[in-house]
C-alpha cells in the first residue's frame, strides 16, 4: 500500500526564518513521482515540484529547495528565508508509475504560518 | 494558470439534497480527476476518467455518489442523497506531462 506522512501539523516560524516541512513516503513501487503542492487560504492546490523516483538530484527554485533521499524515502522541503506570503497549508503526495492510474496520494498537510 | 474550470465555487444544501458540481478543464485533456478534501485533511481521489472511461472508481461511495463524463471533455459529480459527512472541498484536475496534476479552484460544499 502507498502512504505519504507528514508528521509536522503545523510550523510557526518568524519571517526571513528558514523551514523545513518533512515528507516521508511508504511504496513497494520501483518507479513512482513524488510532489509538493501549496494550498494557500483561497483554497486552491497549487503545483510546486515533481519529482520522478530515478533522480535524486537535489532542486532549487529560489527560495525553494528540495531534497530527495531514497534511502530514507524522504522528500523534504525547505524555504529560506520565509515570507508571509509562503503561508498555506503544504501537501506532499505520491503517484505510482505502475498501471494508468495515476492518482495522488496525499499526506495530511503542514500549516505553515509565517509571522511578520 | 491551472487550466480547470469549476462551479459552483460554494454550495450549502441541506442533508438528504441532492448536488452538482460541474468541471471543464478547459484545453481538454483525456484524463480527469475528481478528489474530495475533507477539512483538515488531504485530498483523496474519488474517481478518474480517461476521455469518457471510468479507470478508478474504487473509492466512490456508489450510492449516493455518481460521475460522468460525456464526450470527453467536461464532467459532472453528483450527490444524491447528501449526508453530512459529505461537507468538504470537490477538487476537480487535469494531467500534464509526467503525471503532474492541476487544479481547479474547487467546490465547497457544506451539509446542514
Known amino acids: 500500500a502507498q502512504k505519504v506522512t507528514q508528521a509536522q501539523t503545523e510550523i510557526s516560524v518568524v519571517e526571513k526564518e528558514d523551514v523545513t516541512l518533512d515528507c516521508v513516503y511508504e511504496?513497494?513501487?520501483?518507479?513512482?513521482?513524488l510532489f509538493w503542492y501549496k494550498q494557500p487560504p483561497s483554497g486552491e492546490l497549487v503545483f510546486l515540484i515533481r519529482r520522478n523516483s530515478f533522480d535524486e538530484q537535489n532542486e532549487i527554485s529560489g527560495r525553494y529547495s528540495w531534497n530527495f533521499q531514497k534511502s530514507t524515502s524522504s522528500f523534504n522541503f525547505t524555504i529560506t528565508a520565509s515570507q508571509v506570503v509562503d503561508s498555506a497549508v503544504y501537501f506532499c503526495a505520491l503517484s505510482s508509475a505502475a498501471g494508468n492510474t495515476g492518482k495522488l496520494i496525499f499526506g495530511q498537510g503542514t500549516t505553515l504560518q509565517v509571522k511578520p | 494558470e491551472a487550466g480547470v474550470a469549476q462551479s459552483p465555487r460554494y454550495k450549502i444544501i441541506e442533508k438528504r439534497q441532492s448536488v452538482a458540481f460541474w468541471c471543464n478543464p478547459i484545453s481538454g485533456h483525456a484524463t480527469l480527476y475528481w478528489y474530495q478534501q475533507i477539512l483538515g485533511q488531504g485530498p483523496k481521489l474519488l474517481i478518474q476518467?480517461?476521455?469518457?472511461?471510468?479507470?478508478?472508481d474504487s473509492q466512490l461511495p456508489k450510492d449516493r455518489f455518481s460521475a460522468e463524463r460525456l464526450k470527453g471533455v467536461d464532467s459532472t459529480l453528483k450527490i444524491q442523497p447528501a449526508k453530512l459527512e459529505d461537507s468538504a472541498v470537490y477538487l476537480c484536475?487535469?494531467?500534464?506531462?509526467?503525471?503532474?496534476?492541476?487544479f481547479g479552484p474547487g467546490t465547497r460544499l457544506l451539509v446542514l
Open positions: 511504496t513497494r513501487d520501483t518507479t513512482y513521482y
Open positions: 484536475a487535469r494531467v500534464e506531462v509526467q503525471e503532474t496534476q492541476y
Open positions: 476518467f480517461q476521455n469518457n472511461g471510468v479507470v478508478d
